[in-house]
């Protein structure tokens, strides 16, 4: 029998297998990261908090929602507790395409994103509906589709309620007590302007090494929600917090551009969609959380001191009439949300 390199009809199936091969292959790499139009989708989402806090639980429900709604075929896989990274080092990495979602802080996104320094002006939102209004609005679209311009696709938003500053060295009950105050802030954001307006200092340092500065005394306070106040056990460390609610920051939901530009258009309009419901999920839950947080503050003996937040804002309206200025726009949105019910 003729053991050459196969009959014609041979080499023929030979190829057809070849292709088949070649096609499973092409699937299986779409597969990884990104997706054809209707393939699977393996993403990694990138999340700070540990795995009860209502953002982690939010992304959990999220990516739940999505599975079983595609039967497996959208599998987004959350790592909660920095398991991927500092935020900053995530939003590196999302608009590389190493790591396809985060959820990060909207004062982290204004190094990557200039206007998004706009969230952190003090006081610019008026109380949780009014913060509220805006982000449901166009003004809050609009946010969203700037982060196009830094390779990121914004999804949609989660509440982060107020921040205020915790200190270990005695209360502060008025902005003169910054004073001589070591504070950290959040990369990149307005904050540490925030602060030396006040007449604090201000620190950056990653959210995760802010319990041993606290801890060793590198730094003498620093600013947060409640929820965020407990989780990290900070408190422990500096248990005099002032509700001054200097600012309401967002929280986002992202994915890197690239790899949103790989799903299909069906695809993308339910990611969006399960995205925006998942936002219901998470103000739900946030309210519990800062009922619960204030009840373990009560009952671990933390002072929670109740303040007059007019005079921390006087102490930064020069700041506040500086960046107002400077985003119009946004300013314009702000206060259209504000006659919106
Ligand atoms: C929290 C926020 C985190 C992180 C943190 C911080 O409120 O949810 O993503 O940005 O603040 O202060 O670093």
């Known amino acids: 029998m003729f053991r050459g390199n196969g009959s014609p009809d041979k080499r023929g199936s030979r190829l057809a297998a070849l292709l088949a091969a070649a096609a499973v292959l092409t699937l299986t790499l779409a597969g990884c990261g990104g997706s054809a139009a209707g393939g699977s989708v393996s993403w990694r989402l990138a999340e700070t908090h540990p795995r ?66 706009a969230f952190g002006i003090p006081y610019v939102f008026d109380d949780e509906q009014h913060f509220w209004n805006f982000l449901n609005g166009p003004g809050g679209k609009r946010k969203l589709e700037e982060l196009n311009q830094a390779g990121y696709v914004g999804l949609t938003y989660y509440d982060s309620g107020a921040r205020n500053f915790y200190t270990g060295s005695g209360p502060v009950e008025e902005p003169s007590d910054l004073h001589g105050q070591n504070i950290r802030v959040q990369p990149g954001s307005l904050t540490s302007e925030m602060v030396e307006a006040m007449g604090g200092s201000a620190t950056t340092m990653n959210f995760s090494e802010v319990y041993s500065g606290l801890e060793t005394g590198v730094i003498d306070g620093a600013e947060n929600n409640l929820p965020s106040y407990v989780s990290t056990g900070h408190y422990e460390v500096a248990d005099d917090i002032t509700m001054d609610k200097h600012q309401r920051v967002p929280e986002v939901l992202m994915v890197g551009q690239q790899v949103w530009n790989q799903l299909g258009q069906q695809d993308k309009e339910l990611v969006r969609e399960v995205a925006e419901e998942s936002t219901e999920v998470q103000r739900d839950l946030w309210k519990k959380e800062v009922e619960k947080a204030r009840q373990t503050l009560e009952q671990e003996g933390v002072d929670i001191h109740d303040v007059d937040t007019a005079k921390f804002r006087a102490a930064v309206s020069g700041m506040i009439d500086k960046y107002e200025g400077r985003f119009g726009d946004f300013t314009s949105a702000v206060d259209e949300a504000r006659n919106t019910d």
Request: glycine share 4%; hydrophobic share 35%; proline share 3%.
């Open 52 to 117: 009860d806090y209502p953002t982690t639980q939010a992304d959990i429900w999220f990516a739940d929602q999505l599975r079983e709604r595609t039967n497996g075929r959208i599998d987004i896989e959350v790592f909660p507790d920095a398991q991927l990274g500092e935020e900053r080092d995530v939003m590196e990495q999302v608009k590389l395409g190493s790591v396809e979602m985060t959820r990060t802080n909207a004062n982290l996104v204004t190094e990557f994103v200039s206007s998004w320094e």
